[in-house]
């Protein structure tokens, strides 16, 4: 894995003023900028025949703080929802697809078992919804549906001009896969992906109206059971905390598959982080140890922030 830079000394703060001033001094705290922890749980791991991806980049100095193989294009299960959900943002925006226009759940089985929408009683919903329930549930039934309205052809398009060299969304979400399928939903990088949250924070992806509603369905998200695990958020409330931590993220997961890339910030710094492993699945011991580095890059990035 690689190794995190020194320090340097920033004497702009633009996020401090927006908390109040309350930031602690970044020399007070520069010891713990070290992701020690994080980087001897990420090699442990690796070490097992694991292939693990990193990136952790400072929002106020725009500066890599942590990364090791983070050009690397791996699997990332749902994490490739996030530019189907930029295109249907964008199509929404431009108004050449109705956010209100209903449409048909169908055959919620034949796309997996992830989601609410297969549960509820509702056959239809309006797109609207519909990205909510695949930004904040997981819904795979709901990404399919919309897949299937703006076309995958549109994502690989956006996927381009937001340029990201490493992504690519191959196929829907589907039970089984089979020899003429795409083996995986989608791919990416851990580096692209942490610049594509940085970018949503800034709204400065697509433009600023898009930004927004993206960060703003992805602020749903209620799988805070990976990296979000060590902050102490509602799962399904924290899209405005007491404590002034600002939080996004978007979880992956799949067989031997476990990616989250988000954005934390607090009242001392802000980062955008992402964090792919690929690892073999044969155990209960084999997913947790591949859960534990997530939930350490959590504490290492709490400590940063705060």
């Known amino acids: 894995m690689g190794t995190p830079p020194e320090p340097t000394r920033d004497s702009t703060d633009s996020r401090a003023a927006r ?58 299960g ?18 050449s697809v109705d956010p209100l226009e ?3 759940r169908g055959d919620a089985d034949a ?6 929408w297969r549960h509820l009683a509702a056959p239809a919903l309006p797109l609207r919804d519909v990205a909510v ?23 690989h398009r956006r996927i381009t001009e937001i340029g990201l060299a ?14 003429d399928d795409a083996p995986h939903f989608a791919l990416g990088s851990a580096k692209e992906l942490a610049e ?30 990976l990296v979000a695990a060590a902050t102490g958020l509602d799962p399904f409330a924290h899209d405005d905390d007491d404590h002034g931590l600002l939080f996004i993220n978007k979880t992956g997961r799949d067989r031997g598959v476990r990616a989250e890339a988000g954005v934390l910030a607090g009242p001392r710094a802000g980062v955008a982080y992402a964090l792919v492993v690929c690892f073999d ?19 290492d990035l709490m400590e940063y922030v705060f």
């Open 19 to 76: 908390h109040g001033g309350r930031r602690r001094p970044r020399r007070e705290a520069a010891f713990r900028r070290s992701f020690t922890s994080t980087l001897s749980v990420l090699d442990e791991l690796a070490a097992t025949g694991a292939r693990v991806s990193v990136h952790v980049r400072d929002l106020d100095r725009d500066s890599v703080v942590l990364a090791g193989d983070d050009y690397v294009t791996q699997p990332i």
């Open 78 to 95: 749902a994490l490739g929802v996030v530019p189907l959900l930029i295109e249907v943002a964008a199509r929404f925006d431009d108004g």
């Open 102 to 104: 209903i449409v048909e």
């Open 111 to 116: 796309a997996g078992a992830s989601g609410l």
């Open 133 to 155: 329930l695949a930004a904040s549930a997981g819904d795979a039934r709901a990404a399919n549906l919309l897949l299937e309205r703006v076309g995958l052809e549109a994502v």
């Open 166 to 179: 490493r992504a690519a969304v191959l196929d829907r979400f589907r039970d089984e896969r089979g020899p």
């Open 196 to 225: 594509v949250f940085a970018a949503l924070v800034n709204t400065t992806l697509v433009s600023a109206a898009v930004s927004a509603q993206v960060a703003e369905w992805l602020c749903l998200n209620h799988d805070l059971s």
């Open 281 to 299: 699945d044969l155990s209960i011991m084999h997913r947790l140890r591949a859960h534990e580095a997530f939930r350490m890059l959590g504490v």
